[in-house]
Protein backbone atom coordinates (compact mmCIF):
# COMPACT_ATOMS: atom_id res chain seq x y z
CA UNK A 1 0.00 0.00 0.00
CA UNK A 2 1.58 3.42 -0.49
CA UNK A 3 -0.49 6.80 0.37
CA UNK A 4 -2.63 7.41 -2.48
CA UNK A 5 -3.60 3.89 -2.17
CA UNK A 6 -4.38 4.51 1.81
CA UNK A 7 -6.01 7.93 0.88
CA UNK A 8 -8.60 6.32 -1.15
CA UNK A 9 -9.54 3.99 1.38
CA UNK A 10 -9.73 6.44 3.89
CA UNK A 11 -11.91 8.68 2.32
CA UNK A 12 -14.76 6.22 2.15
CA UNK A 13 -15.53 6.20 5.60
CA UNK A 14 -15.63 10.42 5.75
CA UNK A 15 -18.17 11.89 7.48
CA UNK A 16 -19.39 14.53 5.13
CA UNK A 17 -22.03 16.86 7.21
CA UNK A 18 -21.22 20.25 6.19
CA UNK A 19 -20.20 22.74 8.96
CA UNK A 20 -19.27 26.11 7.83
CA UNK A 21 -21.06 28.19 6.49
CA UNK A 22 -20.59 28.43 2.07
CA UNK A 23 -20.71 32.31 2.47
CA UNK A 24 -17.74 32.52 4.67
CA UNK A 25 -14.96 34.90 2.53
CA UNK A 26 -12.59 32.69 3.01
CA UNK A 27 -13.87 30.12 0.11
CA UNK A 28 -10.39 27.88 0.46
CA UNK A 29 -12.02 26.41 3.85
CA UNK A 30 -13.91 23.48 3.74
CA UNK A 31 -15.04 21.13 6.50
CA UNK A 32 -12.46 18.31 5.53
CA UNK A 33 -10.02 20.28 6.09
CA UNK A 34 -11.65 21.47 10.02
CA UNK A 35 -12.50 18.26 10.55
CA UNK A 36 -9.06 17.16 9.73
CA UNK A 37 -7.75 19.37 11.77
CA UNK A 38 -9.70 19.01 14.91
CA UNK A 39 -9.53 15.42 14.29
CA UNK A 40 -5.55 15.69 14.37
CA UNK A 41 -5.72 17.55 17.55
CA UNK A 42 -8.43 14.92 19.56
CA UNK A 43 -6.48 12.06 18.18
CA UNK A 44 -3.17 13.70 20.13
CA UNK A 45 -4.97 14.30 23.04
CA UNK A 46 -6.01 10.43 23.13
CA UNK A 47 -2.28 10.08 23.17
CA UNK A 48 -2.03 12.31 26.02
CA UNK A 49 -4.46 10.42 27.65
CA UNK A 50 -3.00 7.11 27.02
CA UNK A 51 0.51 8.10 28.19
CA UNK A 52 -0.52 10.30 31.39
CA UNK A 53 -4.23 9.65 32.74
CA UNK A 54 -4.62 6.03 32.69
CA UNK A 55 -3.90 4.58 36.03
CA UNK A 56 -2.81 1.25 34.10
CA UNK A 57 0.06 -0.55 32.18
CA UNK A 58 0.51 1.65 29.00
CA UNK A 59 -1.93 0.08 26.33
CA UNK A 60 0.42 -0.12 22.76
CA UNK A 61 -2.54 -1.54 21.25
CA UNK A 62 -4.57 1.74 22.14
CA UNK A 63 -1.85 4.26 21.57
CA UNK A 64 -1.46 2.36 17.93
CA UNK A 65 -5.56 2.96 17.33
CA UNK A 66 -5.12 6.65 18.16
CA UNK A 67 -1.48 7.08 15.65
CA UNK A 68 -3.60 5.07 13.12
CA UNK A 69 -6.47 7.53 13.50
CA UNK A 70 -4.28 10.65 13.33
CA UNK A 71 -2.68 9.49 9.72
CA UNK A 72 -6.65 8.93 8.59
CA UNK A 73 -6.98 12.71 9.41
CA UNK A 74 -3.78 13.65 7.69
CA UNK A 75 -5.60 11.29 4.58
CA UNK A 76 -8.39 13.15 4.74
CA UNK A 77 -6.51 16.29 4.49
CA UNK A 78 -4.56 15.40 2.03
CA UNK A 79 -7.04 14.46 -0.54
CA UNK A 80 -8.59 18.05 -0.26
CA UNK A 81 -5.23 19.95 -0.65
CA UNK A 82 -4.17 17.31 -3.54
CA UNK A 83 -1.11 16.81 -1.71
CA UNK A 84 0.15 13.51 -1.94
CA UNK A 85 3.90 14.43 -1.15
CA UNK A 86 3.87 11.60 2.07
CA UNK A 87 6.18 8.80 1.76
CA UNK A 88 5.29 5.58 3.32
CA UNK A 89 8.99 4.23 3.05
CA UNK A 90 10.72 7.29 5.07
CA UNK A 91 13.04 7.27 7.42
CA UNK A 92 12.00 9.06 10.75
CA UNK A 93 14.02 10.40 13.18
CA UNK A 94 13.41 8.53 16.18
CA UNK A 95 16.49 10.11 18.21
CA UNK A 96 15.63 13.54 17.74
CA UNK A 97 13.47 13.24 21.24
CA UNK A 98 13.94 10.78 24.57
CA UNK A 99 10.09 9.04 24.60
CA UNK A 100 6.94 8.87 23.63
CA UNK A 101 6.17 11.54 25.67
CA UNK A 102 8.31 14.31 23.85
CA UNK A 103 6.79 13.16 20.35
CA UNK A 104 3.09 13.19 21.88
CA UNK A 105 3.91 17.35 23.30
CA UNK A 106 5.75 18.05 19.26
CA UNK A 107 2.49 16.46 17.31
CA UNK A 108 0.52 19.00 19.42
CA UNK A 109 2.43 21.48 19.08
CA UNK A 110 2.10 21.47 15.38
CA UNK A 111 -2.05 20.55 15.73
CA UNK A 112 -2.27 23.04 17.47
CA UNK A 113 -0.63 25.12 14.32
CA UNK A 114 -2.81 23.69 12.20
CA UNK A 115 -5.95 24.71 13.86
CA UNK A 116 -4.59 28.37 14.75
CA UNK A 117 -4.61 28.69 10.82
CA UNK A 118 -8.33 27.68 10.44
CA UNK A 119 -8.98 30.73 13.43
CA UNK A 120 -7.06 33.06 12.20
CA UNK A 121 -8.95 32.75 8.73
CA UNK A 122 -12.54 31.76 10.21
CA UNK A 123 -12.48 34.74 12.67
CA UNK A 124 -10.20 36.84 11.54
CA UNK A 125 -10.59 36.71 8.19
CA UNK A 126 -7.22 36.49 6.83
CA UNK A 127 -6.44 34.11 4.03
CA UNK A 128 -5.59 30.37 4.33
CA UNK A 129 -2.26 29.60 3.34
CA UNK A 130 -2.41 26.65 1.81
CA UNK A 131 1.45 26.10 1.80
CA UNK A 132 1.52 26.64 5.12
CA UNK A 133 -0.65 24.20 5.77
CA UNK A 134 1.22 20.87 3.79
CA UNK A 135 4.37 21.88 5.96
CA UNK A 136 1.97 21.98 8.87
CA UNK A 137 0.88 18.05 7.25
CA UNK A 138 4.23 17.27 6.38
CA UNK A 139 5.68 18.19 9.95
CA UNK A 140 3.22 16.34 11.89
CA UNK A 141 3.78 13.29 9.40
CA UNK A 142 7.23 13.03 10.47
CA UNK A 143 6.44 13.40 13.87
CA UNK A 144 3.65 10.70 13.53
CA UNK A 145 6.25 8.34 11.70
CA UNK A 146 8.89 8.49 14.59
CA UNK A 147 6.42 7.82 17.40
CA UNK A 148 4.95 4.62 15.04
CA UNK A 149 8.79 3.47 15.26
CA UNK A 150 9.25 4.19 18.45
CA UNK A 151 6.35 1.77 19.39
CA UNK A 152 7.67 -0.44 17.50
CA UNK A 153 5.06 -0.68 14.84
CA UNK A 154 5.25 -0.73 10.78
CA UNK A 155 3.55 2.33 9.22
CA UNK A 156 2.26 0.38 6.44
CA UNK A 157 0.79 -2.16 9.04
CA UNK A 158 -0.45 0.61 11.21
CA UNK A 159 -2.49 2.10 8.04
CA UNK A 160 -3.84 -1.32 6.56
CA UNK A 161 -5.39 -1.71 10.27
CA UNK A 162 -6.50 1.29 10.65
CA UNK A 163 -8.67 0.56 7.45
CA UNK A 164 -9.91 -2.93 8.94
CA UNK A 165 -10.94 -1.09 11.57
CA UNK A 166 -12.79 1.38 9.70
CA UNK A 167 -14.34 -1.37 7.41
CA UNK A 168 -15.51 -3.43 10.18
CA UNK A 169 -17.09 -0.40 11.54
CA UNK A 170 -18.45 1.51 8.33
CA UNK A 171 -19.03 -1.50 5.96
CA UNK A 172 -20.40 0.99 3.44
CA UNK A 173 -19.50 4.16 4.12
CA UNK A 174 -19.67 6.47 7.07
CA UNK A 175 -23.11 6.42 8.97
CA UNK A 176 -23.95 8.59 12.42
CA UNK A 177 -25.57 5.67 13.70
CA UNK A 178 -22.07 3.04 13.55
CA UNK A 179 -20.30 5.99 14.65
CA UNK A 180 -22.20 5.77 17.96
CA UNK A 181 -23.09 2.20 18.32
CA UNK A 182 -19.58 0.53 17.90
CA UNK A 183 -18.40 -3.03 18.12
CA UNK A 184 -15.70 -2.26 20.62
CA UNK A 185 -14.39 -5.95 21.00
CA UNK A 186 -14.27 -6.27 17.08
CA UNK A 187 -12.53 -3.29 16.55
CA UNK A 188 -10.16 -4.54 19.56
CA UNK A 189 -9.48 -7.52 17.90
CA UNK A 190 -9.04 -5.89 14.78
CA UNK A 191 -6.37 -3.94 16.59
CA UNK A 192 -4.53 -6.54 17.73
CA UNK A 193 -3.94 -8.49 14.65
Known amino acids: ?14 SLYPVINPSHE ?21 IFEALFIKDWELDTVNLREEVGDIMWYIAIACKK ?3 YDIDFWASFDTEKYENYTEYAYRLNYQSIELLDSFKKS ?20 KLWGAFVELLGGDIVK ?3 INIKKLQARY ?21 ES
Not at 8 to 14: C, G
Not at 28 to 44: C, K, M, P, R, W
Not at 123 to 139: G, H, Q, S, T, W
Not at 171 to 191: C, G, H, M, S, Y
Open 81 to 83: LDY
Open 122 to 141: LFYNKPLDIAVMKERLLEIY
Open 158 to 160: ICE
Open 1 to 14: MDFREYVELAIRTE
Open 171 to 191: PEKFTTEKAVNRDLQTERKIL
Open 26 to 46: QTNINDSLFHSAIGIQTEVWE
